[in-house]
């Protein structure tokens, strides 16, 4: 799990170490006939190190925070309007599920399967062990404690008029999430991709921080059980 970002890691460090070594150095007198720099020259190196060191620690920082707690994703496409429009800007949480599952609701960002580059913004709508059927435009899940099923109530997020096209019943396994789009008619998401794996999901949508008229932390949808 760390070894990736941990070689990736040590790597920064070093060409920072050696950036600021080579600059340290180069301040040396290399002969005794080298004219003495100027207090002004001596003063510029100075600060021109530090500034180096100063960047360094700033974008192993930024690293760090990017690969372990929040990422940046602009929003690309159709497939979750109205509530996320191309070029929103949102903030993925990536800390809560390095302790947590992902929630039945939860807005989150997939790894695409087959391009590591692309990403997916997708809801989850059923979790590991359930039952999914989709029939008649509408939602219904079944586990341990609904095993007759139970239609999802899904109007905080989706309008009225919008259904749910296509006809399936799917099982999840026990590290799989089925995960639909708020615009039902043009998403490709699990009715098509099948469920994600857990190992795929990236983090959760925690704050859409553009436009400015809608910034604002993401709220958890309630759900009718």
Request: proline content about 7%.
């Amino acid at each position: 799990m760390f070894g990736g970002w941990t070689e990736e890691l040590s790597d920064a460090i070093l060409a920072c170490s050696i950036v600021v070594a080579i600059i340290m150095d180069e301040q040396k007198p290399y002969t005794p006939y080298e004219p003495p720099q100027s207090p002004n020259g001596a003063a510029a190196r100075i600060v021109i190190t530090e500034l180096i060191k100063i960047v360094c620690v700033v974008a192993i920082v930024v690293w760090l925070v990017q690969y372990f707690l929040f990422r940046p994703f602009t929003v690309k496409g159709a497939s979750m309007e109205p509530n996320y429009e191309t070029r929103q800007y949102l903030i993925i949480d990536k800390v809560t599920y390095r302790f947590n599952e992902p929630q039945r609701g939860d807005v989150v960002v997939l790894r695409h399967n087959e391009d590591i580059r692309e990403y997916f913004l997708k809801r989850v709508v059923a979790l590991p062990g359930e039952r999914i059927r989709i029939q008649h435009g509408k939602v219904t899940i079944y586990d341990g404690a609904h095993p007759d099923g139970v239609i999802l109530d899904e109007h905080a997020y989706l309008d009225p008029a919008i259904s749910t096209n296509g006809e399936l019943i799917m099982t999840m396994g026990s590290d799989e999430y089925f995960v639909l789009g708020d615009n039902r008619p043009v998403s490709q998401d699990s009715r098509i991709i099948g469920p994600v794996k857990r190992a795929d999901i990236i983090g959760r949508v925690w704050l859409r921080g553009w436009p400015l008229d809608k910034f604002g932390r993401i709220d958890h949808p309630l759900y009718n059980f």
